[in-house]
């Protein structure tokens, strides 16, 4: 079964307004963290945000928040006031404490390809 | 800048070659995840040290090994090289103490397999 499932190949959206990408996840694992990596046309991996199992409130970075639904699964970004900048394919990932904690390896969605119109 | 430094940036090869790719972690960071993204797979986690020591594997190939150095640099080493190796393959970082830590990711080495 899929972890992490990003349900949006493309989405569009127009300069200055908001957009959300979709995440679900899957996990038994009580602790967990949840991550939001852009990848723009250029290759690089650049992390977003970070949402953690046990947080009480949903995460914020700059125009970057986090809708996290703990009891749905579920931890879309929402980026606020578009800009072409933002272009990019979108990544959601997760983290599984496991056993030990100490594997911390990310288990990546296929990604969002988002495309912001002037 | 992620402070994640993969040499080399592109690397073009024949099937059946071996090739190494080369990371430099974040100073600080004592561990590193070797990842593999591809048209048709995505992104996937291939192989996770700390500290010099192997932590974790995920799908990688008998014909793919890798290693951490004493000075914490890392090398992926894969051989008998095929076309569907072609892929971007990113190393990250993490100081690997907390389970929110970030991982960071390198600029990337993508291989061609021609």
């Known amino acids: 079964a899929q972890k992490i499932t990003q349900t949006q190949p493309g989405m569009f959206v127009q300069e200055k307004e908001a957009v959300t990408l979709d995440c679900t996840y899957d996990t038994s694992d009580p602790s967990y963290g949840l991550f939001w990596y852009k990848q723009p046309s250029s290759g690089e991996m650049i992390f977003l945000i970070y949402q953690g199992s046990y947080d009480q409130q949903n995460a914020t970075e700059g125009r970057y928040s986090l809708n996290f639904q703990k009891a749905r699964k579920s931890a879309n970004l929402v980026i606020s006031a578009s800009q072409l900048g933002d272009s990019a394919m979108y990544f959601c990932?997760?983290?599984?404490w496991g056993s030990g904690g100490s594997n911390y390896k990310l288990t990546f969605g296929k990604g969002t390809l988002l495309t912001v119109n002037p | 800048d992620s402070g994640v430094t993969q040499t080399p940036k592109h690397l073009i090869t024949a099937t059946g070659q071996r090739v190494t790719l080369r990371c430099s972690p974040r100073s600080g960071d004592l561990s590193v995840y070797w990842y593999q993204q591809s048209l048709d797979q995505g992104l996937q986690f291939l192989i996770q040290?700390?500290?010099?020591?192997?932590?974790a594997k995920g799908n990688i190939l008998e014909r793919f090994s890798a290693q951490q150095f004493p000075d914490l640099h890392s090398e992926l080493n894969l051989s008998s090289l095929e076309l569907g190796d072609s892929a971007l393959y990113f190393c990250a970082s993490s100081v690997a103490g907390d389970l929110g830590n970030e991982q960071f990711f390198g600029p990337g080495t993508r291989l061609t397999v021609l």
């Open positions: 990932a997760m983290r599984e």
């Open positions: 040290y700390y500290n010099g020591e192997e932590r």
